[in-house]
């Protein structure tokens, strides 16, 4: 089974100061990473992934994340807050162990952006 | 960019009524999802489908709950009998295949009254 716990269901940073929110996930085999971007009444949007490789990911609007195995995590960070990252922000894991390659989603992490 | 489309984007219904929600996945996909949002909680998975049948299905997916690709193109969520407790907002997505990346519908909104 695959589970997925994102630290802090609020985030409130400055403007121009670092974004760190916070993924660990469980999976009992190489798991594939991913996270996706709510805006308010909006669908889902992807901002990176991990699948195999470079254990370091670039995605848009600035995002990175690393996914560390021996701490199980996947934190997605951006160097400097901008007023529109303001949305919540979802993790998931999925593997060859979920069938289908079905998504396990965290509870979210609604990020505020304070001017 | 292609993308995966959904109708409508809000539905209202009444407790016991049928509902089929619409989902275009992107045209080269093999692989569809719906998965469910009730407000203020996680997107839970409901359902996978491949080669015209479903692949997997969480205990969610219960017998009110069916899917159908009906004609190569569309993909539909039915639920037979809706309950109040079947208002969220309901997501489609598709998987070419070659990788693990699962591209988003914008939802439909289904609030049962």
């Known amino acids: 089974a695959q589970s997925v716990t994102q630290l802090g269901s609020h985030v409130s940073v400055s403007e121009g100061a670092l974004v760190l929110l916070r993924c660990n996930y469980s999976s009992s085999v190489p798991p594939y990473l991913f996270w996706y971007v709510q805006y308010p009444n909006q669908g889902l949007q992807l901002l990176l992934k991990?699948?195999?490789?470079?254990?370091l990911v670039k995605g848009i609007n600035g995002f990175e994340a690393e996914f560390k195995k021996s701490e199980t995590s996947f934190h997605l960070t951006k160097p400097s807050a901008h007023m529109s990252d303001a949305a919540e922000y979802f993790c998931?894991?999925?593997?060859?162990?979920?069938?289908?390659?079905?998504?396990?989603f965290g509870k979210g992490t609604k990020l505020s952006v304070i001017p | 960019e292609p993308e995966v489309t959904q109708t409508p984007s809000h539905q209202v219904t009444q407790m016991g009524q049928e509902v089929i929600l619409r989902c275009v996945p992107i045209?080269?996909?093999?692989?569809f999802y719906w998965y469910r949002q009730i407000l203020g909680q996680k997107v839970e998975f409901l359902v996978s489908f491949y080669n015209n049948e479903i692949s997997e299905k969480s205990e969610i997916f219960d017998d009110q709950f069916s899917v159908e690709r009906p004609d190569g193109s569309n993909f539909t969520l039915k639920i037979r009998s809706t309950k109040l407790e079947d208002s969220a907002m309901y997501f489609c997505a598709s998987r070419r295949g070659l990788d693990n990346e699962q591209y988003f519908g914008p939802g439909t909104r289904l609030t049962v009254t």
């Open positions: 991990y699948t195999t490789g470079a254990t």
């Open positions: 998931a894991v999925t593997s060859s162990g979920a069938g289908s390659y079905q998504l396990t």
């Open positions: 045209s080269n996909h093999l692989y």
